[in-house]
């Protein structure tokens, strides 16, 4: 087993070699707080899930899905003092990540069947003819879309 450094050994390496000193002090005071990020205080997998979006009264961390927002409700203490004085709310926006074309169109297809709702013949006729009697043009378009999904017997 190797011994490992403490570090107070380390800083007297730093301290009693000049240049290294200067690099270490450098290193300290370069980095401003401004162009910092402030996802820096975040795990390397939770930072790449986050996207922080400044609102006019507070700071959205925009995620892609409650587990997401879940983890980062463990870490928000830490995300609010690398934005000292914001308020950060967590915005969940149910982003997927994009798939290949051959997987997105066969789940394109299996999902649309899958999806919204399938009317008796008799249901779609009788919207059918409320969409007749409504005088706005898109109300009149949903309803007849709505008509058109009944189920064949």
């Not at 240049?19 to 401004?34: C, D, M, N, Y």
């Not at 051959?102 to 297809?109: E, R």
Request: glycine letters at 4%.
């Amino acid at each position: 087993m190797s011994k490992t450094t403490s570090p107070k050994a380390f800083r007297a390496l730093l301290n009693g070699n000049r240049i290294l000193a200067e690099l270490a002090k450098q290193a300290r005071t370069s980095p401003s707080a401004e162009e910092q990020d402030p996802r820096d205080c975040l795990p390397p997998a939770l930072r790449e899930r986050v996207t922080l979006i400044r609102d006019q009264h507070r700071w959205l961390a925009l995620v892609e899905t409650s587990a997401t927002a879940q983890l980062l409700r463990f870490h928000l203490p830490r995300l609010q003092q690398a934005l000292p004085g914001e308020q950060v709310k967590i915005v969940v926006g149910g982003k997927r990540q994009p798939q290949s074309a051959g997987q997105q169109a066969s789940s394109n297809q299996s999902n649309y069947q899958a999806k919204g709702p399938t009317l008796s013949k008799e249901s779609a006729g009788y919207i059918q003819e409320l969409a007749e009697d409504i005088d706005d043009d898109a109300l009149k378009a949903s309803l007849l879309r709505l008509a058109s999904r009944w189920e064949s017997e």
